[in-house]
């Protein structure tokens, strides 16, 4: 019964996940989020974007050249060690991070690493692929920000 | 069915009656049954105090938790620890650096908190080495030692290091007198040519750097322990001696002869004006310091080749002596700083002299006579009162907060409590065995935390599981909450307990550090991104600038390196979470591998003396592919074509 449960649970959210990219999401989808975030105890907003000290959607403006040179700098010392961007390495490659996460559920990630791989469904499907626990690496609220405009400018789907 | 059932509940209940049998039968013991629950602390919370615990002659530091005595934490500060790395890296070797070379070990007795307004304030904690006479300074948010200054023209610096109300001053005495300089001189002209010392260590108020301020010839007897005064007495410092009789040889019987020795009153606020006035010699000497960056995570020595002394005869009022009984040892002082508690080993009372009568005395010139120009106040002019039957050899005292004294008796193995003002003792208790030191949370500070009483014990004997000849150290808890002391708990300790502090858990965890910012890291060997990691080579020397992160070395594979080459491995830690430590080891090493901090860089020097393949890999358990953190060093007869290569 209890297995039944959980591959319903699964498949509730395999289908959420692939319903994710489509910007209009009908009630009835709405309404599987609701029922899915429930089962992991989370919001729906937290399924979406990750558990953590962003809250709210964040407001995303053309990309800043000057962030993304930081946030390089800050990618290099910080996660670069870990993180290649066309590469699997210690952690999945990252260039395509903004195609595959919310813009709220990367800063989430990197802000809150070891609740998000505790309780997020979709990072402890990461872990059981990435056998090492991501690390918070000393960095502020800021500082991810820019790391988010650094993926941004690196992703081939916006170039 | 039946039967079996009663017999289940039959079994039980003789054991247990056999048990209690046991214990009401049991001579030390007594009932335990409520100390259990008084000293467990449950799994995943945390203790009540940190007590800090000198290693004795290990020469480290150790951690415990109170009331649970669980270990936490050895700190190295006067022994290389080739489990961190202390004292092996090339980073920590200069710690170990003194007038006599880099000396891998020392005897650490008395660590005591840095304080202001007379209370410890959880910033420093400060430790001597005996043997080779020098102060440690561990910084309290890294639990690391910082700092070791040398103390010249002194031997067996035991009398310290005890701090002023403020940290103003660490104050070091010597054990050994010996001729000040040093020179070569027959042992038999003791008395002509042997001087003891009194030091005054300056603190840096802000940054904690310690600097000699002055030191103070005194004629050469044996100048045991010390504490500075406080409250109305804050200004001085007491020094204990023994040896008046000056002997140099069988002191067991020629320095047992005089009825009385002294405890030295040093006033050190007269001093400071003293040297201020120009009365201080600059006198020849060396000297190290020894400060470790923690930005840098170096340490750096500097020499120092001049210390300012002071002569009492050309400083009158700068010090006395106050008649104490026969080979006094540990010196106290009661909170309020009035009272002056001296411990006669071969006494048999204790006696408590006053600060105010002091003052009174020297005054009205109530004096017995002068050693060297120091004058000797009378006895009956100084003392306040004597605790009568203190106990077999009492040493120590400590305090706490509601008037009680409570003195160590080694002879005899007894905490014996008496109530400071009337002198009267109020309890005893068995200590096992032979204690030495005791120590009250705060218990020689204006402000004791008085729930417990540790007793720190020389002897263990039959106290635990056999180990061979060599036994467990062991420390003692007792409760003190109530009127009477009751024995809670003995937990062995590493080398020999010899003095400790405790303070509230909560003034000190708060500023625990967690990492090491690897922004911050100014190590001129550092790689702060695997974009630097890299080999270089100079002639013969050749740098690996190494970065570690779970679960891989960047660079892991380095092929290249020469017999005859001398290797460093610049070992950065590029994690920046807590807990997360690596380790570095490489086969052959002759030195100790590595323990590297999150953010922090450490340097292994490696000779490689025969060709082949050398692997290198992570010793600390970092993660679920710590097993596949390895790395390989390929080494090539001198003069090879090998190529420098790495990844």
């Known amino acids: ?34 029922k899915m975030a429930k089962i992991f105890g989370l919001t729906v907003f937290e399924l979406d974007n990750g558990i953590g000290p962003i809250k709210e959607k964040i407001t995303l403006l053309p990309i800043d050249p000057k962030m993304v040179e930081e946030g390089k700098k800050l990618f290099d010392t910080k996660c670069a060690q870990c993180h290649k961007l ?74 | 069915m039946k039967k079996k059932k009663l017999a289940w509940l039959i079994i039980p209940a003789l054991l ?86 880099n000396i891998p070990w020392d005897d650490a007795h008395h660590p005591e908190f840095s304080q202001t307004d007379g ?8 430790i001597n080495g005996n043997n080779t006479p020098r102060i440690a300074r561990i910084d309290l948010k890294s639990f ?96 204990s001696c023994y040896n008046s009789e000056q002997a140099n040889s069988l002191l067991e019987i020629n320095a047992s002869q005089n ?33 470790f960056d923690e930005e840098k995570h170096l340490a750096l020595s500097e020499k120092n080749t001049q210390v300012t002394v002071l002569d009492p005869k050309d400083c009158p009022g700068l010090i006395y002596y106050l008649p104490t009984p026969k080979s006094p040892h540990g010196v106290n002082i009661d909170p309020s700083g009035e009272y002056i508690v001296a411990g006669g080993k071969l006494s048999t009372v204790l006696p408590v002299h006053s600060f105010s009568k002091m003052l009174k005395a020297i005054e009205n010139k109530d004096f017995l006579g002068d050693v060297d120009g120091i004058p000797i106040l009378k006895y009956e002019s100084v003392i306040a009162g004597e605790v009568k039957d203190p106990g077999l050899g009492p040493l120590h005292t400590e305090f706490d907060n509601n008037g009680n004294a409570y003195t160590s008796a080694f002879l005899s193995s007894e905490i014996v409590k008496w109530k400071v003002g009337s002198w009267e003792i109020i309890d005893r208790v068995p200590t096992y065995y032979s204690i030495g030191h005791l120590m009250i949370p705060g218990g020689d500070s204006r402000k004791p935390w008085g729930k417990y009483v540790v007793a720190l014990n020389k002897i263990t004997k039959d106290r635990y599981l056999p180990t061979g000849p060599e036994l467990t150290q062991s420390a003692q808890l007792f409760d003190i909450s109530g009127d009477k002391m009751k024995l809670l708990l003995d937990f062995p300790t590493i080398g020999e307990p010899h003095y400790a ?81 690596h380790g ?38 970092c993660s679920a592919l710590h097993q596949e953190m390895q790395g390989y060093v390929r080494v090539s007869a001198s003069g090879s074509s090998t190529k420098l290569l790495f990844n």
């Open chain 2, 259 to 291: 009825d009385k020795d002294f405890v030295a009153a040093v006033n050190w606020k007269a001093a400071e004006k003293y040297l201020a006035q120009g009365k201080g010699k600059t006198v020849s000497t060396e000297y190290y310091r020894n400060h």
């Open chain 2, 144 to 239: 690391e030692t910082t700092e070791i200054i040398e103390i010249p023209n002194s031997a067996g610096n035991h009398g310290s290091p005890f701090v002023t109300e403020n940290s103003e001053y660490v104050v070091a005495s010597t054990r050994f007198s010996v001729p000040v300089p040093q020179k070569d001189v027959s042992i038999s002209s003791y008395k002509e040519n042997f001087k003891g010392t009194i030091s005054f260590i300056k603190v840096d108020p802000n940054s904690g750097k310690m600097n000699l301020g002055f030191q103070i010839i005194v004629p050469g007897f044996d100048y045991d322990l010390a504490h500075a005064g406080k409250g109305v007495s804050h200004g001085w410092a007491f020094f």
């Open chain 2, 119 to 126: 209370v410890p304030d959880g910033r420093w904690l400060f």
């Open chain 1, 86 to 159: 066309d590469e699997r390495y210690t952690g999945p490659a990252q260039r395509d991070l903004v195609e595959r996460r919310s813009p709220e559920y990367i800063m989430n990630m990197i802000l809150n690493p070891v609740e998000m791989v505790a309780k997020h469904p979709e990072a402890k499907k990461m872990f059981a692929q990435y056998p090492t626990q991501m690390t918070f690496q000393n960095v502020t609220q800021e500082d991810a920000r820019k790391m988010l405009e650094y993926f941004r400018s690196v992703d081939k789907s916006k170039k």
């Open chain 2, 16 to 101: 247990l009656s056999a048990l209690l049998y046991n214990c009401s039968n049991s001579d030390n013991a007594g009932n335990f049954s409520d100390a259990a629950s008084k000293v467990y602390v449950a799994p995943g919370t945390h203790d009540e105090f940190y007590a800090f615990m000198s290693g004795g002659f290990s020469g480290q530091v150790s951690v415990y938790g109170l009331p649970s005595g669980r270990l936490f934490r050895v700190i190295s500060v006067f022994s290389q620890n080739p489990e961190t790395g202390y004292g092996y890296s090339e980073e920590s070797k200069p710690m170990l650096a003194t007038s006599y070379g």
């Open chain 1, 1 to 34: 019964m209890k297995k039944l449960f959980f591959l319903t649970a699964i498949s509730v959210l395999l289908v959420v996940a692939c319903g994710e990219k489509r910007s209009n999401s009908s009630n009835d989808e709405l309404a599987k989020k609701e």
């Open chain 2, 584 to 621: 570095f080891a490489i086969k052959g090493a002759t030195n100790s591998e590595l323990l590297v901090m999150p953010g922090q860089t450490k340097t292994l020097a490696w000779n490689p003396l025969k060709e082949g393949i050398y692997p290198f890999y992570c010793t600390d358990f």
């Open chain 2, 501 to 581: 502090q405790a303070i509230p858990a909560e003034i000190l965890e708060k500023n625990s550090k967690r990492i090491y910012e690897i922004e911050k890291n100014k190590n001129p060997y550092a790689a702060k991104s695997e974009n630097e990691a890299r080999v270089e080579r100079k002639g013969n020397v050749v740098r690996v600038y190494l970065t570690t992160t779970r679960s891989h070395f960047k660079p892991d594979n380095i092929e290249g390196i020469k017999i005859g080459d001398k290797v460093f491995f610049h070992v950065t830690n590029l994690e920046q979470d807590w807990d997360i430590p």
